[in-house]
């Protein structure tokens, strides 16, 4: 299929013409400059398969896989998601720096993690990235302009997956499934995030209106030595776990897009919410949520004289976020939204099922990996 002509391939087809010639310099141009590149095998001269990714390309690639990169924004969230299959990490040969948080999970439970990859600077170019010489690289459907198609241009295929919604992960760690040739794998693990969903909506879905707390969550963030706070777009994750486990989001009719929008303590004290959930990704919860807590004019909110003002959870990485965690995100927020309709819940156990079942991780690996790094509102 020619994609620029959204045709079958034809002789002489001018696109096709200036793609290949494109493809062909930047690739002499990638020899020249990186030593020991052209000795990677030719995608002919290797058995391939299709994968259809988060775009709906058809994109043909290496089978197997042994070479994969990953970079780009929110990286972390992909190579949470690759460790998810067994052995995947001995084929990542390149992944982004990731910053986020109390340092690198990844790190934390792969000893291996610095041999033999790559790890690339967050402004990644994609000459570095196809020095690693990967079978595919897989990307955030948001970077394609950034970066993906400049890498499609030197011969290298663009996997894209979004990992954004529950929905989402259901399509897309099927793609991880496919790319790994560990399709079972996948229908495992959709199955585990299908079913814990399942669990809490199934006791959310009956509440009436008056039965669900309107609730406010906030991102916590510094400007200045001011604390700035910001509430994220009704389509997004943490909108949607609010609803399912039993909230009424508050802010959602007035950001109904984009990404985290300022909010002024004049439009807080407006929505006056009935619990209040405090999301830090670059700062302690605990010492946030205190922060917070202690200002004047916050004492007046009745979430806060109720005392229902909470840290979001949080281990390595906050749990509300788009990363793996989003599933112990929602049975936190469950807890907290719905104490007596989930007063049976235990998210330390909940904690341990999460890890133990996803990472192979165990007992005394969470006791001395996750569970010093525990923060947020978890008694």
Not at 81 to 94: E, I, M, N, Q
Not at 155 to 172: H, S
Not at 273 to 299: C, F, N, S
Request: charged fraction near 25%.
């Amino acid at each position: 299929m020619c994609f620029a002509c959204s045709s079958l391939p034809r002789a002489g087809c001018p696109r096709v013409r200036r793609l290949a010639l494109s493809v062909l310099h930047g690739a002499i141009l990638l020899l020249i400059a990186t030593p020991g590149l052209s000795s990677r095998p030719m995608a002919e001269d290797l058995p391939t398969m299709v994968i259809t990714d988060a775009l709906g390309r058809e994109v043909v690639m290496p089978r197997p896989a042994e070479r994969i990169a990953m970079g780009g924004r929110a990286v972390l969230m992909l190579a949470d998601a690759l460790y998810l299959f067994p052995g995947a990490s001995k084929r990542l040969v390149g992944v982004g720096h990731i910053t986020q948080g109390k340092g690198n999970f990844l790190e934390a439970i792969d000893p291996h993690y610095h041999d033999d990859r790559t790890i690339f600077a967050s402004a990644v170019g994609p000459e570095q990235i196809a020095a690693t010489r990967p079978d595919v690289v897989i990307l955030k459907s948001i970077m394609r302009n950034e970066l993906g198609d400049a890498i499609s241009q030197l011969g290298i295929p663009v996997v894209y997956v979004d990992l954004e919604t529950p929905e989402q992960y259901k399509r897309d760690l099927r793609i991880f499934g496919r790319i790994l040739e560990q399709e079972a794998r996948a229908e495992e693990l959709v199955a585990y995030f299908g079913e814990i969903r399942r669990r809490v909506q199934q006791r959310t879905a009956s509440l009436l209106a008056e039965q669900k707390p309107r609730v406010l969550l906030l991102s916590y963030s510094e400007s200045a030595g001011e604390p700035v706070f910001s509430i994220p777009p009704s389509r997004w994750i943490q909108s949607d776990l609010v609803r399912a486990a039993g909230g009424d989001p508050v802010w959602v009719d007035e950001h109904p897009g984009g990404g985290w929008a300022p909010v002024g303590f004049e439009q807080i004290a407006a929505w006056d919410p009935d619990k209040i959930m405090l999301v830090a990704y670059r700062h302690g919860i605990d010492q946030v949520t205190e922060r917070v807590r202690r200002r004047p004019q916050w004492r007046e909110l009745r979430a806060v004289r109720d005392g229902h003002l909470y840290g979001f959870a949080a281990d390595f990485y906050s749990w509300d976020q788009p990363d793996v965690r989003w599933l112990l995100g929602l049975q936190w927020l469950a807890t907290r939204i719905q104490p007596e309709v989930f007063s049976d819940l235990d998210i330390n156990a909940a904690m341990r099922d999460f890890f133990s079942t996803l990472y192979a991780m165990t007992d005394a690996e969470i006791d001395s990996v996750i569970v010093p790094r525990l923060e947020g509102d978890l008694h």
